[in-house]
Structure formats: structure tokens, C-alpha cells
């Protein structure tokens, strides 16, 4: 019943918009040298001041002419011309072409007096005064004054000659205002020798992170402490960076009002608008809260928008004493606040504050902020207030057919896939599974698989991944991914990723050690590795297999890997042989481990564990303990296996992946050339087939 | 025959990739600060260096528990718990809790010792001995040892807790070389505590403009010599930025040998890539060719591709005594020359130089930088080599029909037109009104209209216009232009932009004056204004009207108009007058007037050349007088037509046009809170209907 009120007083997300809008971000118009113009917005409109070109101009190498005096004149019957002089490019004309003469002129120099067209060098000899060729050397045009020159054509007044102003003319429009300047208008703006442009201000945008709990990366961490690196600053600083703004990063601010009091007008006093993010903790929302009350005015808090319910709009004063904001009268800034968690913050800073910054700048909507998919699977909502879903983004070639049907591919541009990422919106990794979000309807209970979506993708220079993969995490596959243009790979483990890729959304899954069903997937080929028992260098307490870790007396802390991953299939698989040739049950052994059930994540975190002495023992690669220098008791070897999901064989994505497979590999039809993935991997080998 | 030779020359465009993809413009690896990272690609694999969280984490505001404390807890019969103490975000435990006891915990804290899950505030009260709440304000947390708290739900062994790594475990692969960073890789990297990045390098291009006519932007141009404004060094360093290089410019080069080769030399020290845009005096071109075949080595020279004739591909030798660019052995820098007419050197840059930019600096693509259309008009070829061909683009709405076929339009998504722009490559303002090149194939003879087309742009930044517009200039219009967004206008002049819009291209044609057939174009609305005779202030030669222009005993040196321009129009008709009331013949006027055949480009310019003192009396507005402080005669006044293509009636464009048309003229229907685009122009007046 609490939550229902709590909703009814949401404001709608149109209202936010409204807020915002009624926010003064305007920076005003700076006037900024033209080198560094590029993307920026006119203004003004630019009129040009003066004539391009500024003089009669010829646009051809060859001789400058009365036209009249070529009249009648063809190749069988050329009019002849005296040569009194050369015009180049970049020299006042020292000669006045009378008629009967003619004077020689480069491309791009001034017209002499008299002359009013230009005969191409192609369609004219140097001659005697016989009209033959000179028996001198006829290309010497250094000194050819005394010459004469027979013009095989006739040409009209103005034939190649640009005359003053017929590129641009003093007085007339050049460019609009609100008009982006890209290197072409940036060299219409040299034409007219314009040096500083009128352009519109980029946003001073200061942003303030709250949390006594965050730490500015490169500076030490103490986990002990709870402290975590700061994300939403440098997320949000590289947003407003984007959307044309200019961020501007203060200092952390605990949950002491007198600090955040101090800050936040210090802020408003600097800049044209101020965000915060709250840190997680309620309190230092609260202070915020009662800051901007006291200091200014809080417009809205909270909007119906998952996840916009901590979301603050407001103006702040600025100090009276104002001398850093000299010659601003405004003696107010605009005020919005973020949700905490990273992807929300970053969410509704896209939604809600990079247009309005957009705006402020003039700059456009980026025509690649949006992308139309369509759902891979079906979501249920329903929820009651407007969701904005981060949502992860699968391009598709041509060659791909969508999983649902099960059916090869139909050639033809296919939409891509869209799908939910919802670890729970505290993980930064969201950051970078997700693409962006689809704005999903209060009323929508449903979307259906196949369903059309816009994608509001968090950045504009965002590109979705060509290929998905799930499933186990290992060393030789971070090696063959950094050699795949733009893949996705989520380290689920061997069963979740096998999960997934029976549900048809991957395009591979990673598997490790004895499996469940594959279903029809396609093996495209593996390697093996070798595991078993991390402990630390020098192996102090003498571990020499599983029947040390399975015995109690022995008191060893083991760390362990979870379920999903394939060393822990392959570890469960080993204990039933023991518990077998034991004549016992795997649970009981299972039993006898101190710190069975104390899973990690990663393959290098249980020896990490042993590294920091936290465990005697863990579970992991050889690979892993010979990088880390631990010491390592092999258990056994298993397959690693990449299988490509049924409905995307032949498509580009895993027609590249097995090409690069294969190489990297360096089977009898790799590439030797270059290493292999598996080098210098200790415990790792082709798969035999 | 001589031109089919030096075409059996030139290389093929494929070849010329080839020499590019050849030359060595690695910059190598940088480390940058994350916080200058965005739009950087990354050059290596990142791997997280820690858990992220480091350490165990509530993930929600409430009480920290033994799980098994809670279990069979609900609503009705809470499990009771003593209050032991209380963690906050960014603090370390300073508790553990034992069986029968709780801490308070906020989002964020470190787990304490002892608790395994974390249950959520509100489904919690705090009580006393017996059970109820406390008679105090329960919400007093600040002191709350002692109390005790009943825990109204149960909750599994990591509930509401993320465990450290669970987010990103250290030695996982965080992110693969040649990300691109965007905001949300930023914020991932940042968790991660990264403060500088190792990054692919911005190539270096050394920028070399030649020709002994150019002046930089913001210095003195003197046009009797000859001095033209540079306009490629800007357009192509712009350009360069934009590919993700580092453009250096250099002083500009004559075409003196020793000074080309001291130029070339130290930009090919400091540089990876010299560009050199050659002007349009063929000599400086020879000269750098001598350089590069002296200093280094040609590998190209001249392209199989219309403007590609001049280029130019090579390698230059870094100087012996090469202290400038320290720890690099290289010895070498790559060379492309490119053409001096800016329209050339921006497409031949934009097509062979740019894609090799990119490459070096780990860039992709830009998605925006082509687009698909179709050719609004039918074109001929058959030129027998690669055209690059410059090319307009025009937005359509959904309302708007193909022009080509005269029909209301069906609705639906239509390609935007693609039309050639060839006003001679010199033209700079050639470069604003093309948006990019269409690639024509050697054997093409014929595009046809319909003709599906991919424009490269020239750049990804460029957005077509959405209403093109052609015909009169004059300063209303300028100003109504300003408030529409994204217009395209060509002043053509009244007659030529009557005959674009019976051609079906343009979206409205602007219309002074006695004009043509409109054909069926829809009259949008307009205004009148007042023309005359521009004469020096004070009019020292007391010229009155037409009788002192036409009486060759004044000796009046004037400028006029070309006959496209509808203020010419009204001057012939006036002087048809002055002829049948003389009872003469125009052309007879017209002979006695000195200068009636010099013709200049804009509407003020002829006023322009009676400031100067180059002429007598001009063809003008007297809101030019007014705005210029000439003096000025009237003979008449004309109305200016905005009108409509029909086929394009009920588009957005027209509609938006013509809504902001009504508004901006103030008429019975304007909005009169803003000013009209007429105010303070002085002879103008909204047109009576």
C-alpha cells in the first residue's frame, strides 16, 4: 500500500520534460577561432564581406585575349597574336592586352586589362613571324616576350574566366544560423577569410558524485572500507562531452549538508547546469534534497519512470558574492539529479539531460542515437509506470535467420535482435551488455518475440556486437575474441551458456568439461586444458590430489567454482570416481571440504583466493597458476568446445568465427605464421579429433 | 589523342588504394587519461585488475543477518533479533554478528562478520522487549544499539548481497583491443579504478598547401595581385580531425625547389602523413613532384578517376640529422598529394586519404557517412574513367512525391534525391552545395532518373538539406531562411529558378519581379520591395531616374544585373517604357547606356561597385542604400513570390515553410510578438492580396 501512494505522487515523465525544459542552459554565443570550429553551431548567419574570387580570374593555363580578336579562328586558320607579356598566379599584371596581343596567364591569376577571356594552352602554338614553329625550344615560357602565338580556336567574352564574385558575392547569404560546421562549411568560411566564427557556447555542466564510499580511479581503493570506484562521474562527464557540453568534475561529497551545501553552490556559481548522481546511500540523497530547497527551488522529485523514481529537477542559486561568474547576471543554475546505479544514471541521463544539453548547444539529435530491432524473445511487463529497459543489441547479416522458426535463414536485411540485459541495475557490467533502452509503455503488459522496438542506444558512436557468445571463461577465448571485429561474450558459465544457446538468442555457446545436452548445436572446434588444484607456490601444505582435499583431518580451505562452470562439472565429475572407488556417495565428500560451497567467479579467482592467503586451495587451470605463480596439482584435462547455434550457421558472424577459429588454433589448416591462441598457455593443446 | 595517351596512364582507383594501404601510417600506442579516452580506440585488451565490488556488498537499506536466523519468518510471526550495531557505505564493519543478532546496514556497506544476506528495511520494524514498537520515533537510527528488531520475512544466504567479483572478478576480460570508447566503456574502465589507457595514436598529417596566390584566413588579401584566401589547408585539416588524425599546418610553399623540398622535409619529420593540396598553377604541382622523386619515392602519380588526375602517392625520407622525431627509426613519411580545386581535394581526400586516416588510428567507418538515394535526374557519362561526381541530396518527407512523375505522392518512406552539382570545380561554394560524390563506374553511359544511388558524403556530420529552394536573392529572404531549418537556397535568380522548378527538382522557387510562366507552381505568399538606382551619397552627378541612365550626353558608368535576376527584368520592362513613350526600341536604350552589359552576381553588389567608385549608378533595392549609406533614385516596385513545386504541396517541408512564411511576414494571420522579416527594410511591405 506504501508503494502505491509512492507512485501516485511520481510525476509523468512528460512533466520531467517540461521541468527541464523550463531550465536555462543557454550558454550563450562564444566567438572561437575557425580551426577549432568543427562540429560546433553558427550563431549567426555568416554573410560573405567580400567577392571570391576578389578579381577577374582565369581558370585555365593559357593566354588571355581580346575575344573579338579570335573570332573566325580554328585549327586550319588560327588568328595570330603578339605576346607581350606572362600574368601568374599571386602577381599584379605588369601588361594591358591591346588588341591584336596577348598575354600569357597560369590558372588562377588576374586578368590583365583589356583581355576578357582566356585561350586554353592545348589550342595554341608559339610561332615565327612566319606562323611556324619556333626552332627554339617552343615549351621555354621563362622570357617570351617578342613571340607570337597562333590560337587555333575561337572563344567568347568570359570563356575561362571566374569573374569577381561569381563564387561568392560581397553581401550575399553564405551560411544560417543553427548550420553544423563541417570541414566543407569550414572551407566556404576560409574563402571568405573568416577567421573566428560567432558559435553557440558548449554547457558548462559541473558534476558533483555523492558518496562518502567512492574513490576517483588511480587513487588507492580500501575494500575493507567498502570503497569503490567512482563510475557515474567520468560516465556522465563523457555524456555531457558528447552531447556538447563541457563537464566539469568536483570533488565527491559525503553526506554532510555543510559540504554538500558548500559544493553545490560552488557548482551553480561555475556552471550552466549542475547534476548529481546520488550514491547508493539514501542519506546523502536526502541532503541534496534539503540543499536544493534551502538554495534554490526543487521542481520535481521523482518521475514515474523506472528507473527514475530518485530523480531530482531543480535551480540553484548562485552566491551572492558571485566574482567567479563575472558578468553572468543569471544568478541561477539549472539542477538535475540521477539515480545511483550506473546503468540508470546513465539511462535517464540519456533520456532526460543530454537532449536538453543537445539543445543548449544547438546541436542535432545524432542520426545514429536510435535503432530500430525487433525483440528476440517475449518480456513481460507490466508494471504500471514507464519502463526504460536496457535492452542489448544482435545484428544480423543476411545470411542469419532468426532463431525463433528454427528454419534456415530467408535472404533479405534482416532487423536486429533486441534483448533485456537485467543483471540488476548495481552492475557496471550492464554498462557494456546493454546498447540502450526501449522505452516500454505504463499499459504494455507484453512484448512479444519478434515485436518491432526502437533502441535508444546510450551513445551515438555505440556499434551492437556482430556476434553473442555465452558460456565458459578461459584464457585461449579472451585471445580468440580480441581477434573477432566487435563480438559480445558473457562468461555465464558452460551450463547457463548451454541454457542459453537451446533458447536461441546466442550465436555460440563456450563449453567446458562433461556437458548437459547441446541439443544440435555445431561444433566448430576447441582445445583442451588442463585442471586441477591451485595452491600456493612451494605447495606448503603438501596437497597432492583430490584425496587430500576430500580428507578432514587435513583441515585445508578450498575455494570453488560454481555450478554453471565447466571446471566444476569436470571437478564434480573426478569426486564421483573417487566416491565410487570409495564405495561412497559424492555428497559426502562434497561435505568434507571446508569451502565446497564458497563459489567464485572468474578462472583466475580461486587462485587469486590462495594468492591473498585466504585459501589453501582452489579450483583452476594450470594455465592459471603457472601466470600467477602458484603452484598447481593436475586432476585432469578436458574439452573446450565452441558450438554455434543451429539457425546462424552460414551466417557472416560464424562464417568469420570458424575462419579465425581455425587459425588461431593452428590445426592442419591454420595459419602458422602468426601465434597461436594456445601459446604460452601452459595445459593447453589443439583437441585431437 | 594526346588526352587518350595520358589517360592509358593514369592508375587504376584500385591501385591507388593499393600504393595508400602500402604506406606506413602506424602512430603506434598512446596512454591517455580515461578522462580524455572518449572516442579513442582501445589498442589492447583490457582485463580487470580487481573484484568489483572488492568486497562483499548490501545491495539494499536494511539489516545484515545470519540467513538462518530468518528462516520461517513471515508477516505474522517476525523473527526477533538484537541490533548489534550499524554499517555504513564506505566504513569498515565494526561488528560481527553472531547468531541471534542483526546489523543495521545501508545500501553499499560491507557485509560485517558473520552475516550472509541483507533483509530489506521495510519488511522490518524496530521493537522493544515485549515485542512492540517502541514508544521513541522508531525512525532514530543514529543510537539504535540495544533495540531490538522483528523481521517480518526470511531470506536465503545471499540475498540482497552482491558478492565481491560478482560484478567483474579480476582476470577477466573486461574489454577487447579495438574498443571503441563510448560513455559506457568509460564507466566500466573507471570501475576497474583505470586511469590512463592505452590507446591506438592519432596519425599525424602535416598539411601543405601550395601556390604563391594563397593567404591564410584573418590576414590582408590583396586581390590585385591575385591573392586568394586558402581554402584547402582548413578544409582538409577539419577533415583529417574528423578521420581521428592530428592535422599540423604548414606555412605555405611557392613553387621555389629549395623552399618546397625544406618544407616537405620537416613536415615528413614531424608527420606520419604529408598531404599537399596542389593550387592551381601547375608548376608548384611539378616542383613537388621533383621533391618526392628527389627525397623519397613516387609511387603513384595520377589516378584513373575524374578528379583524381593530379594525385599523387610517395614516400618522403625523414632528414638525416633527425632530432626532431626522437625514438622513431621509421626514417620515412607517407605522401598523397591531392588537387588544388577544393571540391576535387575534398572528395579525392575524402575517398582515398580518409579510409587510410581511419585505419591507422583504429577508427571505424562512420555510419552515417554514406546514404542511400536515388538520382532526381537523369545524368550522362561515357567519360571513360571513375567519376567521382559531386552530387546534392534532398530530403523527402512522407508527404512529398516523386517530382519525376507529377502525381500526388503515396505515402510511404521515399529515398531522398540525389541531382549533380557541377558549377566547375573551382567554385567553393560548390562545396556547401554538394554533400557528397556519387561513384560512377567507367562504362556507366547513363544514370537514369529513379536510379537507386550511394552518396558518400563528404562528411559523417553532413545532413541534407530538407528544403531546397532556388531563384531571387534578397535580404527578406535571407532573413526567412534563418528561421527554417536546414534550407538549401541557390540564388540563381528569379528566371533560372523558374525553370529549376518546372524541371521538378526543387521544393520552391523565389520569384521577383515581370517573370516567366510559373507553370502551376503554388504561391505561398510574399512581399514587395522598392528598386531604383543605387548612386553615390549625395548623388554628385544628380541622376535622377531612367532619362539620365539612357542619355549618353551624361556619360553614367553603370553596373546591372544578369538577365536571370528579377530586378533586371523590372529594369527592362521600365525601360520598355521609357522606349514606346519615346517610341524607340529598347535595344537602342540599352546601347546608349555605358555598362548595361557588365553584370555582377548578388543584389548588392552592383551597389558595392558604386561605393568603391568602379561605377557611377547600379541596379538595386533601396534597402541596400539604406544599409550600404549610398544614395538612391526609385523607379519601382515588385513583388518577390515564394512559390511552391505542386508535387511537393502537403509535404513537411512545404507546410513548415509556408507556416513559418505566414509568421514571419506578419500578416493578418502573422505572429506579431517577433519581428517580421521585413522590419527596418526600408522599401518593403507585405504584398496586398
Not at 385 to 390: A, Q, T, V
Not at 429 to 450: N, W
Request: net charge negative.
Amino acid at each position: 500500500m506504501t508503494d502505491r501512494k509512492e507512485f501516485r505522487d511520481l510525476a509523468a515523465p512528460a512533466a520531467a520534460h517540461g521541468a527541464i525544459d523550463s531550465l536555462d542552459l543557454d550558454p550563450g554565443v562564444e566567438e572561437i577561432a575557425l580551426a577549432d570550429a568543427r562540429g560546433r553551431v553558427l550563431a549567426e548567419r555568416i554573410d560573405a564581406d567580400l567577392d571570391v574570387p576578389g578579381f577577374d580570374r582565369a581558370s585555365m593555363d593559357g593566354y588571355a585575349v581580346r575575344a573579338r580578336d579570335t573570332f573566325g579562328a580554328d585549327e586550319a586558320d588560327p588568328a595570330e597574336l603578339d605576346l607581350v607579356g606572362a600574368v601568374h598566379a599571386g602577381e599584379e599584371p605588369a601588361v594591358t592586352v591591346e588588341p591584336g596581343t596577348c598575354a600569357e596567364i597560369s590558372t588562377g591569376a588576374v586578368m590583365p586589362d583589356g583581355a576578357d577571356a582566356v585561350v586554353m594552352v592545348e589550342r595554341t602554338d608559339v610561332i615565327d613571324d612566319d606562323g611556324e614553329p619556333p626552332a627554339g625550344d617552343s615549351d621555354d615560357s621563362g622570357d617570351s616576350d617578342g613571340d607570337r602565338i597562333a590560337i587555333r580556336t575561337s572563344v567568347a567574352p568570359g570563356d575561362h574566366v571566374m569573374v569577381a564574385g561569381a563564387d561568392v558575392a560581397a553581401g550575399a547569404r553564405a551560411l544560417g544560423p543553427g548550420t553544423r560546421l563541417t570541414p566543407r562549411e569550414i572551407g566556404l568560411l576560409s574563402a571568405l577569410g573568416i577567421e573566428t566564427v560567432p558559435v553557440r557556447g558548449r554547457p558548462r555542466v559541473g558534476i558533483v558524485s555523492t558518496g562518502d564510499e567512492l574513490v576517483r580511479p588511480g587513487e588507492p581503493l580500501d575494500s575493507d572500507r567498502g570503497q569503490i570506484y567512482d563510475v557515474n562521474s567520468t560516465t556522465i562527464a563523457a555524456g555531457v562531452e558528447e552531447a556538447g557540453g563541457e563537464p566539469v568534475l568536483y570533488p565527491h561529497a559525503g553526506d554532510d549538508y555543510e559540504e554538500m551545501e558548500r559544493l553545490l553552490t560552488r557548482a551553480a556559481d561555475e556552471c550552466d547546469l549542475v547534476v548529481s548522481s546520488g550514491s547508493t546511500s539514501a542519506s546523502a540523497v536526502d541532503v541534496i534534497y534539503r540543499v536544493i530547497e534551502d538554495r534554490g527551488e526543487l521542481l520535481l522529485h521523482g518521475v514515474a519512470v523506472k528507473p527514475g523514481k530518485p530523480m531530482l529537477i531543480g535551480r540553484l542559486d548562485q552566491s551572492a558574492d558571485d566574482d567567479q561568474s563575472a558578468g553572468d547576471e543569471r544568478g541561477e543554475s539549472a539542477y538535475i539529479g540521477l539515480p545511483g546505479y550506473p546503468v540508470s544514471a546513465l539511462t535517464i541521463f540519456r533520456t532526460f539531460v543530454a537532449p536538453a544539453i543537445r539543445e543548449a548547444a544547438g546541436q542535432p539529435e545524432p542520426r545514429t542515437a536510435t535503432i530500430e530491432g525487433e525483440m528476440a524473445v517475449r518480456e513481460r511487463y507490466g508494471e504500471g509506470r514507464l519502463r526504460l529497459m536496457p535492452v542489448g543489441v544482435l545484428e544480423r547479416d543476411e545470411g542469419a535467420s532468426d532463431g525463433s522458426d528454427g528454419k534456415a535463414g530467408e535472404r533479405g536485411t534482416e532487423r536486429p535482435l533486441v534483448y533485456p540485459v537485467d543483471k540488476g541495475s548495481g552492475a557496471t557490467t550492464s554498462l557494456v551488455e546493454a546498447d540502450g533502452v526501449v522505452a516500454v509503455d505504463p499499459d504494455t503488459e507484453y512484448l512479444e518475440a519478434g515485436e518491432p522496438v526502437t533502441v535508444q542506444l546510450f551513445s551515438p558512436d555505440v556499434r551492437p556486437p556482430t556476434l553473442l557468445g555465452v558460456g565458459e571463461d578461459d584464457p585461449a577465448l579472451n585471445r580468440l575474441l580480441d581477434r573477432l571485429d566487435r563480438p559480445r561474450y558473457l562468461p555465464v558459465g558452460t551450463r547457463e551458456g548451454l541454457r542459453r544457446l537451446r533458447g536461441g538468442l546466442p550465436d555460440v555457446a563456450v563449453a567446458a568439461g562433461p556437458t548437459d545436452r547441446a541439443g544440435d548445436a555445431v561444433d566448430l572446434g576447441g582445445w583442451t586444458r588442463e585442471w586441477g588444484l591451485i595452491v600456493p607456490d612451494g605447495n606448503p601444505k603438501g596437497v597432492d590430489g583430490l584425496a587430500d582435499l576430500v580428507d578432514p583431518e587435513r583441515d585445508l580451505r578450498f575455494v570453488n567454482r560454481g555450478t554453471d562452470s565447466g571446471l566444476r562439472a569436470s571437478l564434480d565429475a573426478a569426486l564421483d570416481e573417487v566416491a565410487a572407488d570409495r564405495g561412497t556417495d559424492r555428497r559426502e565428500l562434497e561435505a568434507a571440504i571446508d569451502g565446497f560451497d564458497l563459489t567464485v567467479r572468474a578462472f583466475e579467482s580461486p587462485a587469486r583466493r590462495v594468492l591473498s592467503g585466504d585459501a589453501d586451495v582452489g579450483l583452476g587451470l594450470r594455465a592459471t597458476a603457472e601466470r600467477l605463480g602458484t603452484g598447481f596439482r593436475p586432476v585432469g584435462t578436458q574439452d573446450v568446445r565452441v558450438l554455434a547455434n543451429p539457425d546462424r550457421v552460414g551466417s557472416d558472424a560464424i562464417d568469420e568465427l570458424e575462419a579465425v577459429l581455425t587459425a588461431a588454433i593452428g590445426g592442419p589448416d591454420g595459419d602458422r605464421t602468426r601465434p597461436t591462441i594456445l601459446d604460452d598457455l601452459a595445459g593447453y593443446a589443439p583437441r585431437e579429433e
